[in-house]
């Protein structure tokens, strides 16, 4: 009995050691500056989403999230924005047929197999009693926004109850997919007081062309069925229509890739080169070579650390914590972060 203790204790000081080292790593080059984060999860994705970019935290029900496969750019403090197409399921509130529900699985696992290579560690705390557990959830189709007004009302009160908890911090605002297209809206109708550089991972112009970078001229039919079944709006705000708005010097990365068949790597070129083109020098982009729209850090080795090892460069450049080996190896990467409209095809 005696043993088996001896070994837990070592089991948790262990785990706890290595949260402590993997934090460790972001160095920050102003002692008199606090940074925190914010995280904007893509469509349909919860809070383990943040599990590709944070090896471990606890999310807002209490479970332990951990992998690791994913990265490290996020570090800890962190909000993490919930939108409203999540819809967790509290068994105690629901009928006791709730369990033979088809949708509830079928979106469970579409969204681990829209994951790829990924997969995370959910850990229970056998002291709470979860009324809502992230593996349990339904998603609100009517409540997808797109990034436009619903999802930007998300994320400020994100950021405003943010701003309490962690008062006197500088925040980077780090969004992926439909998270980055609510985190450049949010800031082209805020301008958020503390928000210091944003990053943005396969963010799209507009649906608009979106689609039609996939369908061609289809892309209207699609966009209507899109405003009949869900809160999108087709007159809505978009990203492309709102760069004028941006703090002229806000860091931004703008992450793509060549092969993202969902936001073609188009689309966010498009956005990088409408930004350029009002005078914008801050904005970066990276363009990676082989990786799907899910699997920007799982899909291939060499895109991983480009990721990576590019957005330490991306901190460091910008005075902001970071891990200095890793920036030191994305320095070069990163200076041909900046490319001009000629340069596109040489990338």
Same mark, same amino acid.
């Given at each position: 009995?005696?043993?088996?203790?001896?070994?837990?204790?070592?089991?948790? $000081?262990?785990?706890?050691?290595?949260?402590?080292?993997?934090?460790?790593?972001?160095?920050?080059?102003? +002692?008199?500056?606090?940074?925190?984060?914010?995280?904007?999860?893509?469509?349909?994705?919860?809070?383990?989403?943040? %599990?590709?970019?944070?090896?471990?935290?606890?999310?807002? =029900?209490?479970?332990?999230?951990?992998?690791?496969?994913?990265?490290? =750019?996020?570090?800890?403090? #962190?909000?993490?924005?919930?939108?409203?197409?999540?819809?967790?399921?509290?068994?105690?509130?629901?009928?006791?047929?709730?369990?033979?529900?088809?949708?509830?699985?079928?979106?469970?696992?579409?969204?681990?197999?829209?994951?790829?290579?990924?997969?995370?560690?959910?850990?229970?705390?056998?002291?709470?009693?979860?009324?809502? =557990?992230?593996?349990?959830?339904?998603?609100?189709?009517?409540?997808?926004?797109?990034?436009?007004?619903?999802?930007?009302?998300?994320?400020?009160?994100?950021?405003?109850?943010?701003?309490?908890?962690?008062?006197? =911090?500088?925040?980077?605002?780090?969004?992926?997919?439909?998270?980055?297209?609510?985190?450049?809206?949010?800031?082209?109708?805020?301008?958020?007081?503390?928000?210091?550089?944003? #990053?943005?991972?396969?963010?799209?112009?507009?649906?608009?062309?979106?689609?039609?970078?996939?369908?061609?001229?289809?892309?209207?039919?699609?966009?209507?069925?899109?405003?009949?079944?869900?809160?999108?709006?087709?007159?809505?705000?978009?990203?492309?229509?709102?760069?004028?708005?941006?703090?002229?010097?806000?860091?931004?990365?703008?992450?793509?890739?060549?092969? +993202?068949?969902?936001?073609?790597?188009?689309?966010?070129?498009?956005?990088?080169? %409408?930004?350029?083109?009002?005078? !914008?020098?801050?904005?970066? #982009?990276?363009?990676?070579?082989?990786?799907?729209?899910?699997?920007?850090?799982?899909?291939?080795?060499?895109?991983?650390?480009?990721?990576?090892?590019?957005?330490?460069?991306?901190? !460091?450049?910008?005075?902001?914590?970071?891990?200095?080996?890793?920036?030191?190896?994305?320095?070069?990467?990163?200076?041909?972060?900046?490319?001009? $409209?000629?340069?596109?095809?040489?990338?």
């Amino acid at each position: 009995m005696l043993l088996k203790i001896i070994i837990f204790l070592k089991v948790i $000081l262990i785990s706890n050691l290595l949260d402590v080292l993997e934090a460790a790593n972001f160095v920050n080059f102003n +002692d008199n500056k606090s940074y925190s984060y914010i995280f904007a999860p893509g469509l349909t994705s919860t809070e383990m989403q943040l %599990a590709k970019y944070l090896p471990s935290f606890i999310a807002s =029900t209490g479970e332990k999230i951990s992998s690791r496969q994913g990265i490290h =750019t996020i570090n800890l403090p #962190i909000s993490i924005c919930k939108f409203a197409e999540i819809d967790f399921e509290n068994f105690k509130n629901k009928s006791k047929f709730n369990i033979f529900n088809p949708a509830k699985y079928f979106y469970y696992f579409f969204n681990n197999y829209l994951n790829g290579k990924f997969s995370v560690n959910v850990k229970k705390s056998k002291r709470l009693k979860l009324a809502n =557990t992230l593996s349990s959830y339904t998603i609100l189709v009517s409540k997808i926004n797109i990034g436009q007004q619903e999802d930007i009302k998300c994320l400020s009160k994100t950021y405003a109850e943010h701003i309490l908890n962690y008062k006197n =911090t500088e925040v980077i605002l780090y969004g992926a997919s439909r998270g980055a297209a609510a985190a450049f809206n949010f800031i082209s109708q805020f301008r958020p007081k503390y928000v210091k550089a944003i #990053i943005l991972e396969g963010i799209f112009d507009s649906i608009h062309d979106l689609l039609f970078q996939k369908v061609g001229y289809f892309n209207i039919i699609v966009e209507n069925l899109l405003t009949l079944v869900t809160s999108y709006k087709k007159d809505g705000i978009s990203p492309i229509n709102n760069i004028n708005n941006i703090p002229k010097n806000l860091p931004i990365l703008l992450i793509t890739s060549r092969v +993202d068949e969902s936001v073609p790597c188009q689309c966010t070129i498009n956005l990088y080169n %409408a930004l350029k083109s009002i005078g !914008r020098k801050e904005v970066n #982009i990276l363009i990676l070579n082989k990786s799907s729209h899910v699997g920007y850090i799982c899909d291939n080795n060499q895109d991983k650390n480009s990721y990576q090892s590019v957005v330490h460069a991306f901190y !460091r450049y910008y005075g902001f914590p970071h891990d200095e080996e890793l920036a030191k190896q994305g320095y070069a990467q990163f200076k041909l972060c900046k490319p001009q $409209l000629k340069d596109f095809n040489n990338l």
